[in-house]
Nanobody
Framework: QVQLVESGGGLVQTGGSLRLSCGGS????????MGWFRQAPGKEREFVARISSSTGITYYNYADSVKGRFTISRDNAKRTVYLQMNSLKPEDTAVYYC??????????????????????WGQGTQVTVSS
């Protein structure tokens, strides 16, 4: 069983930056593909970014809306995945969730953007971008 805890959310002005962290306990962290999703009020949960496991070549996926502004990374020694968010916009306001996908990686290939392909979820952290 894997437990995930997000932190780093808060209130920031348009154009500002935040770095979200997601710490994982239990399981073999480096073997999990990790994703970030977000959910705004009244909207469905949407994909933000994914980083593959550390068992081979590292692959990255980003939603078009965040490409060039957000960066996902991981530190397996700290069992933590990060989401660096720059040039924030009001439309980035949402609760941000991290998620873990263990082998055999349902989220690989074309499945990376679907929440159903991730087995474990954190409780979320609120990000609010003021205009």
């Amino acid at each position: 069983q894997v437990q995930l805890v997000e932190s780093g959310g808060g209130l920031v002005q348009t154009g500002g930056s935040l770095r979200l962290s997601c710490g994982g306990s239990g399981g073999t962290f480096r073997s999990y593909a990790m994703g970030w999703f977000r959910q705004a009020p009244g909207k469905e949960r949407e994909f933000v970014a994914r980083i593959s496991s550390s068992t081979g070549i590292t692959y990255y996926n980003y939603a078009d809306s965040v490409k060039g502004r957000f960066t996902i990374s991981r530190d397996n020694a700290k069992r933590t995945v990060y989401l660096q968010m720059n040039s924030l916009k009001p439309e980035d306001t949402a609760v941000y969730y991290c998620a873990a996908d263990p082998p055999p990686y349902s989220s690989s290939g074309v499945g990376y953007s679907f929440p159903r392909n991730y087995n474990y979820w954190g409780q979320g952290t609120q990000v609010t971008v003021s205009s």
